[in-house]
């Protein structure tokens, strides 16, 4: 059933790329990506699963999933409550070797915790941070967002 299913998927992403006339080095790295991140997520798709199930369950999974979070300083004297509505709106995300997550001198949009695995932070001026489980990179939007939180009086 597996194996069909794999099949049916690979032929619908060939599919596409076709659609898309994709030029054949990016229909390699998405073959690429495909095949990696079936690996790693063994072809399950762990948020829509998560999401089917009861929501005390999915409380206790997503505390499971993301129990990296609560390394980070500022996350780790946070309340249950607080944290329960962060948790609901994170994704676990795949990078494959030498992806790029975010770019020198672009707008960031996103946090990045990292769960497991390494990354390599390199910084404007061309140094490289190693990161590893428990990390995180983007750490600008919670400053941005509690200078302007603090700058105009907090919660009315």
Known sequence: ?????????????????????????????????????????????????????????????????????????????????????????LRKKTYIKGGKVLYIGGVVTKMVFIARGKLESIVENGNKVPLSEGDVCGEELLISYFEHFCVNGGIK
């Not at 690429?32 to 790693?40: P, V």
């Open 1 to 89: 059933m597996e194996e069909m299913e794999t099949l049916v998927r690979r032929r619908d992403v060939e599919e596409w790329m076709r659609h898309e006339n994709l030029p054949e080095n990016l229909r390699r790295k998405v073959r690429e990506s495909e095949y990696f991140i079936g690996a790693a997520t063994q072809g399950i798709d762990g948020e829509t699963l998560v999401q089917n199930l009861p929501e005390d369950l999915q409380r206790d999974v997503r505390h499971h999933l993301f129990k990296f979070f609560k390394k980070v300083r500022i996350f780790a004297y946070m309340d249950e409550p607080l944290l329960d509505a962060i948790y609901e709106r």
